[in-house]
């Protein structure tokens, strides 16, 4: 079964800058699209970014202009691209996969801690 595994998450102050990483352990296909959750402490898990296998994307409101999804098919990687985060923004973010036929892929989770 495929593995994703995440990578990027750290401390960083307001106004900062982070980009997530979601690695695949091999080609997926098949899939309705790939998104990036978060859970922040006491909260439930939040949909803030997903791409479809056209290529489209959307936002959560709350990201919206802040983050960037994207992918790069030959490294099996997707990306999130966190420009201006704010202390609202701390979490743990989780890559996901959602196959067409609705199995949900799950990475391992990646905390990013915003300071004010």
């Not at 990483?21 to 998104?35: K, L, P």
């Not at 099996?76 to 996969?97: F, G, I, S, W």
Request: proline fraction near 2%; glycine fraction near 10%; charged fraction near 15%.
């Amino acid at each position: 079964q495929v593995q994703l595994v995440e990578s990027g998450g750290g401390v960083v102050q307001a106004g900062g800058t982070l980009r997530l990483s979601c690695a695949a352990s091999q080609r997926i296909v098949d899939f309705a699209y790939m998104g990036w959750y978060r859970q922040a402490p006491g909260k439930q898990r939040e949909l803030i970014a997903d791409i479809t296998s056209h290529g489209s994307t959307s936002y959560q409101d709350s990201v919206k202009g802040r983050f960037t999804v994207s992918t790069d098919n030959a490294k099996r990687t997707m990306y999130l691209q966190m420009n201006t985060l704010k202390p609202e923004d701390t979490a743990v973010y989780y890559c996901n996969v959602r196959m067409t036929w609705g199995l949900d892929l799950w990475g391992q989770g990646t905390q990013v801690t915003v300071s004010s």
